[in-house]
């Protein structure tokens, strides 16, 4: 079966989510069960990758603990133990993911980070995620049948100019996609 999985896209290369100890924070503060009853119904289930179980590709990996005390910590580490004032940026496109910013807003407050919803329209929001003009946003993708696809468009150096909208880059995940490749399509 195919997935639509929904994810937190964090702005990597400005502050405050350029610091790896904010994003960690946010994924042990996010209760992902109530995010999904808070917007989608509890129509969905709770994972921490984009293949179902149905999926060849599914990995049983440990889920990430929701843990408030570990967050608060991790926000204390990087500097933000007063807490923090923080943009989502959101589209009118999609409503039930400004009710998803909804729940978000009231879980990341539990550890200090106060989310503001920016809501915008369907076009504003494109050429401002396009332009990188945001700090995060909250969304779904739909998912692809081949993992070195779906991680590469999310995640590549390649991509930073069209699918990978966090612009998070590093050597070492570039050079993971070319060993994959190399193994399925020998040189």
């Known amino acids: ?25 946010v994924a042990h503060a996010v209760d992902k ?10 129509h969905a289930q709770v994972t921490n990758q984009p293949f179902s179980k149905g999926s ?3 990995l049983d990996v440990k889920e990430r603990e929701h843990d408030l005390a570990r967050a608060r910590k991790l926000m204390a580490d990087a500097g933000l133990a007063g807490g923090i004032e923080v943009p989502i940026l959101m ?19 539990k550890i200090g980070i106060t989310l503001k919803l ?17 700090n995060v946003f909250y969304l779904w993708y739909s998912a692809r049948y081949d993992p070195d696809d779906f991680y590469r468009r999310m995640f590549h150096s390649s991509e930073e ?23 399925i399509q020998p040189e």
């Open 1 to 25: 079966p195919g997935s639509f999985p929904s994810y937190i896209v964090f702005n990597t290369r400005k502050p405050p989510f350029d610091d790896p100890r904010l994003r960690q924070a």
């Open 118 to 134: 920016d809501v915008t329209d369907l076009a504003t929001w494109v050429a401002r995620v396009n332009k990188r003009d945001f």
């Open 56 to 58: 060849p590709w599914h």
């Open 161 to 183: 100019a069209s699918n990978n909208r966090s612009g998070f880059k590093t050597p070492a995940l570039d050079g993971l996609r070319m060993r994959f490749k190399r193994l």
């Open 91 to 109: 589209s009118t496109g999609w409503a039930e993911f400004v009710a998803g910013g909804q729940v978000l807003q009231s879980q990341l407050k």
């Open 33 to 42: 069960r109530a995010l999904i009853d808070g917007h989608l119904w509890g």
